[in-house]
């Protein structure tokens, strides 16, 4: 291992400035002007900083922000059926899910907790989910002083939804981001599934 | 020497085996769906075809068996087409509800389907639908995903032998259903669940909270249901224990769990656990902290020590704790108090059985091995069912069945019904009578030539019954004359003794013939065992006549190995036993008493008796998980860990020392030998105890057949007893036979109206700790009374009536069941349910050879019970 | 050949009786089998005479009985398969009815040489009368010492009964035949161990088909040189043809093996019925690949059939001309296949269910091109992998029809209707 450390360190010779061209450089500034043309060059231009809390730059579509979890709008009901997928597939852990059998023994999504400071917003979980249940909105202002306001309870992920992302803004997202894969997963017309389980909490055939 | 070429590999082996394993040998995989651990291959998932060079069609590697010379290809372009086309084919009617189905992520179709499977289905027609059931009350059946590998019907008739599910209809309408149609009605052990490799069988306790990404953590331990000491690893999500699951790779039991053991964890969890320490106050049990607890015990026994000596303070363990508890609880009660009083529920049968046994042939006589009755050619069953008591020592004597041999039960055969070819249930009472004969017949056609003059003095002071007498007790000639014939040609024979062969009298004559039968047969001896460690729990010199290791108090007298190695000195005198102890407290000998574990007032008949015995006492203090009829009576209560909230070992029936390991902790209850060793240093024990290993390492120092073993050694199989089924100590004492020469009587049967009662040990009840059990109670919800349809109808009752058993002792209510099984004259109700236990309802005397329990006053009237 | 072996005498009605087949010289052979012969000379003979299964595969019969009777275990049991479900075949009916003697006497010769003590006919569910027949024979062969235990006062000890299936075409197959008179679901079995080796109740078994046992009196009493001249060289003997379909005289015929096709049809059956042109030739029961009319002049026989890209199979001929819509016979003969489907193997047990599916829209004129190539590719994939025939079957004779009669698949296709109609 240390020989191998001592090969790869390689002596680099510096060339050294000697005599009158070290001298010019020194008296006339040579260096720090070179080091204040940016400096001055933008002194004159319009500055690039935005005054933030006065002046907010509106997020690209697409933006990975706060996370909400979709409502369905025929059932007002999230669509998340709770495979746990996208826990899953986080790589900071900071999803977690408890299901439970509900009375017509289908599968009931009792929390869904997003740990929105673990939360490195890489997406995976909008990737993986099958149904297009999870999104990252284009909010980012979430700032607190209370760690437990970052834990976002499944009722406040959906209202999430419905603040940021109302209108055809959900369904836009999905198509221009995420839609080839809702697509992939949409269950066939005729495909037997789900017999005797509740249309209105978990509906696999309206999941694009 | 066989040599075969997979993929260009060079495989040699010197067994025919089957290419798939060939391959598995040298890393190759060909993947299978209908292949599983101890199930014969079946070919038909046609989903491991290989190519063999010179055969034309593809050959399943599941069957097909190596020879010289064969050339195997496992990766073709043909090879994978086929795959593909097994996968679409399953997935035509296999619903993809993967995000829901428990399965996902487990799910062997999802794991090939990913590897090998298409992108996408061609199916255009439509998919069959099966119908899920929910009727069961652990299992759920979706056979919408069912792949028709028939794993789970053949895990039940090959391994189970409960022969309860199949697969009906033909063709691609094909569904597995139980036999019985609908809902199950079986042993409901669920193996058939972990045989399943996709999500048509699952476990209804985690329905839709399980996913395998979920498991925060998983735990090998051992069941704590019964005697056998199944291995089982238990799958944690945040101190909750999402489920049990078998391994099949370590344990005795090699991935066969029952159905106690596999649902019925849930009790841990119950709502009714203790939460903190208890202590009475004006007469009402308050909550207090530890400290408070741990000091007011150690000043109340220290006050009755002091004021009426060390024999006025009595200790029961029990078999449903750790070797450490156990070995805590008898140091406390020795050393620390002074007394030889400790005993526990092992005293009702379990004990006298085994050193009965014991004295006639010397220690270790039933130290055998489970595993091991498989490969025997003949089971004799007396006392009990081994499928209800120990039901995964009961699937090893099936399995003598399946691979030929005979199997024998004197009495009910219950689980065994299906195994034996003539019934031997005899009249109430009479089981002397059948032994006898049966034995004296053995005897005489064996020549036998016995190097015990002992017993063969005993064997020819018999007197045999004829065949009259037989038949009046109900068991046919011919039945009795087979049994005898095919004992004779047995090789390799196995007794099994259960409990009923001493609850009901004539104990120490039922265990000689037992015992003389199978010295005359050579055979080997079982007893069973229903918890998890009565041995250990005597091991551990829990019982007032042996210190820790099985060593005789009269022993340490001279020898003084307890003192010498770890300073101790033992107490002088015989302790008291169980039932003696109760009726000291009756009398007032006894003062003050330490409860670990044990519920002596629904387990010891004569519930009044006990409970007005133990309301004597000036100081009772329990230890337990619930608030028992016991516990509800102390004067400190403790809360103790749960069996999956501790470490400890537990020693088996086959005296298989194993180890038991910390899963969840969702009370705040200590471990049982924590709480006594606080005890005992309030009281002023020198020794400290940091962990259940340092307990451990004391014991393997002072006790002798412990020594040497290592408690990190213990894991797998490993650690057993150092006995190899060979008796340690030589048979030299002569031991007594109550009524030996008598012939035995008829039963006299019970006059109308009245019906003998026994107890039941039914499958899902066979643990006093299942009432608390959700899951087993879903099973059996109500105590049942077994009793044989003519007598319930000349009782004038009918099938599931609720009745009420009326006794000198007590009643109790419960639903009639008609039985079949049951002799004529004879019910059976479990000791499960609180207030309707058997043994709270009939009364007891001591058997005068053994000691043990000897269950009277069980002559009942069963009326209908009143309307509400 | 002039004389009829196989269903010589059932013109007669009273030969069904043992007094009429008596009188027509039945039980000779046995007589002479037992009287003359040891168990070890009629296996020879058997082996010379070039004797092959009846059933379908064609095995020789003499090599079958060498392996049961080289296996050392005992009781050996005989079994006759006469559980004939394959469409199309009605060969061992005129037998089962007719001629129930030469089968018993048949089968007592093999036990005498198998060494066979117990036997069983399983006889197809749907042949209630022929149940009768065989069991009123089996009363009369029991009276007369011809079975029993102590036959011919020889010391040799056979009973016969018989088992009536219910009404799986599976059971066919023998070791689904096994498991069924075992009282289990019918399914085959794996293989090896085969049932000469572990057949029923785990015993050597001999499973011969009813034409073949039929067969076995002939060559004890003529000899093995006289049956080899029949027919040809390495398929000798008589065979039972049952022809079916568009001819002007369907029925049962005895002709020596090696007959050609055309012969059949046109000598034998009368040609084709209102003068129709062929359209193509089952030869041998529906699971065995339909054979286009150029073919016709191909020998039947188990050796020449494979060589035109068919089987000789059961021997039943079905005829097909011109009116027959050739979608619609597959279609329907998928719908038996799959109703038939035992289920054990997934090929087979989803396969056929979706090449029926598929089948039904072709026929229904509600398919694409695609459908016609997802068809190919299932039958492509069910071919060869099934556990046990019969999925193989199905899917081979879909193939092969598929290959010889594309444009009335894409005709239906395309028109949306039938070519035929």
Known sequence: MNDMKIKDVVVMERKEDTGIGRFLKTVFFVEILQGMKLTLKTMFTKPVTRQYPKEKRPAMPGFRGLHALVRNPETQQAKCVGCGLCAAVCPSRCITIYTSEGEKHEKVVDRYEIEVLRCLYCALCVEACPFGAVVLTEHYEYAGYNKADFKMTKDKLLENWDKYMAGTKGEEYFKRFWGPRADDFKTPENQAVFKGRSQSKVDLHNAE | MIKITIDGIEVQTDREITILEAAKQVGIEIPTLCTFKNLSPSGSCRMCLVEIERLSRPQTACTVKITDGMVVRTNSEAIMRARKAVLEFLLINHPLDCPVCDKAGECILQDLSAKYGAAAGRFKEGKRTNPVSFEDPVIVRDMQRCILCTRCVRTCDDLQGAFAISVINRGSHSLIEPFSGGRFDCEYCGNCLSACPVGAITSKLHRHTYRPWYIERQVETICGHCGVGCTLTLQMRENTIIRVIPDFEKGLNSGMLCVMGRFGYDYTEHEERLRSPLIRKDGELVPVSWEEAVEFTAWRLKELVKKYGGGAVAGIASGRCTNEDNYMLQKLIRYVLGSNNIDSAARLFYRPAVSYLERMFGQGITANLIPGIANSDGVFVAGGDPTTINPVLGIAVRSVWKKGGKVFVVGKSGGLRSNIKHELNHAEGAGALVLTWILAKVYEKKNFISENSIIDKKLSALKVPDMDMLVRVGVSPEALQYTADELVRLKNPVVIIGPETVLYGNGSKNLFLLGALNYVLNGRLFVLMDEPNTQGCLDMGCSPGVLVGGRPVELETFGHKMENTAGMKTPEGTGLNLFEMINGANSGSIKAMFVMGENPVFNIPDKKKVESALQKLEFLAVSDIFLTETASLADVVFPASAWSEKDGTYTNLERRLQRLRKGTMSSRGRADWKILADICKALGMKESYTDVKSVWDEISRISSVHSGVRYESLIGRGGIWPYGGEPLRGIEGDFEVEGLEDMPELPGFAQSGRVILKEDKSLIHSSSLSRYSPALMGVASEPLLMINPVTAQSLGLSDNERVVITSDKGTAVAILRADRGMPEGVAALSNTFKDNGFRSIVGYTIDPTLKSLNITDRVVTIERAKQL | ?421
Request: charge should be neutral.
């Open chain 3, 1 to 421: 050949m002039d004389e009829r072996i196989i269903l010589r005498n059932t013109d007669d009605p009273l030969n069904a009786s043992i007094a009429g087949y008596m009188a027509h010289g039945g039980y000779k052979a046995l007589e002479q089998a037992v009287g003359e012969l040891t168990p070890r000379d009629i296996i020879d003979e058997i082996k010379s005479s070039g004797l092959r299964g009846r059933g379908g595969a064609g095995f020789p019969t003499g090599m079958k009985w060498q392996f049961a009777s080289l296996d050392p275990k005992f009781p050996k049991y005989l079994v006759c398969n006469a559980d004939e479900g394959e469409p199309g075949t009605f060969k061992d009916r005129p037998i089962l009815e007719h001629n129930p003697h030469l089968l018993i006497e048949g089968m007592i010769i093999s036990a005498y040489a198998l060494q066979s003590t117990r036997g069983y006919i399983y006889l197809r569910g749907e042949y209630p009368h022929a149940k009768r027949v065989l069991e009123r024979a089996i009363e009369e062969a029991l009276a007369s010492g011809y079975l029993g235990n102590d036959i011919l006062s020889k010391h040799f000890r056979f009973n016969l009964t018989v088992h009536s299936g219910a009404g799986a075409y599976i059971c066919g197959e023998e070791t689904a035949l096994l498991d069924s008179l075992e009282g289990r679901r019918g399914l085959p079995r794996l293989k090896p161990p085969f049932p000469v080796n572990s057949g029923l109740w785990g015993k050597p078994t001999i499973v011969n088909n009813v034409e073949t046992f039929a067969n076995i009196p002939y060559i004890v009493s003529q000899g093995a040189k006289a049956y080899a001249s029949i027919g040809v060289k390495d398929c000798p003997g008589p065979k039972l043809f049952s022809v079916s379909g568009r001819v002007n005289k369907p029925g049962v015929y005895e002709l020596p093996m090696g007959i050609s096709l055309r012969e059949i049809i046109y000598t034998h059956c009368g040609g084709i019925k209102g003068g129709g042109s062929l359209k193509g030739v089952i030869p041998g029961g529906i699971s065995t690949p339909i054979i286009a009319p150029e073919n016709i002049d191909c020998p039947m026989d188990f050796v020449h059939l494979p060589k035109y890209g068919s089987m000789l199979g059961s021997g039943a001929v079905m005829v097909f001309d011109d009116t027959v819509c050739i979608v619609r016979v597959y279609e329907r003969a998928m719908k038996f296949f799959e109703h038939e489907s035992c289920g054990k193997c997934t090929p087979c047990r989803e396969g056929t269910a979706w090449m029926r599916a598929i089948l039904g829209r072709i026929e229904r004129g509600d398919a694409s091109e695609r459908d016609l190539e997802t068809l190919q590719d299932v039958a492509e994939n069910v071919t060869g992998k099934t556990f046990c025939p019969l999925g193989d079957g199905a899917a081979g004779v879909l193939l092969a029809a598929m290959k010889t009669y594309r444009e009335e698949f894409e005709y239906h296709i395309k028109n949306k209707r039938c070519k035929v109609q």
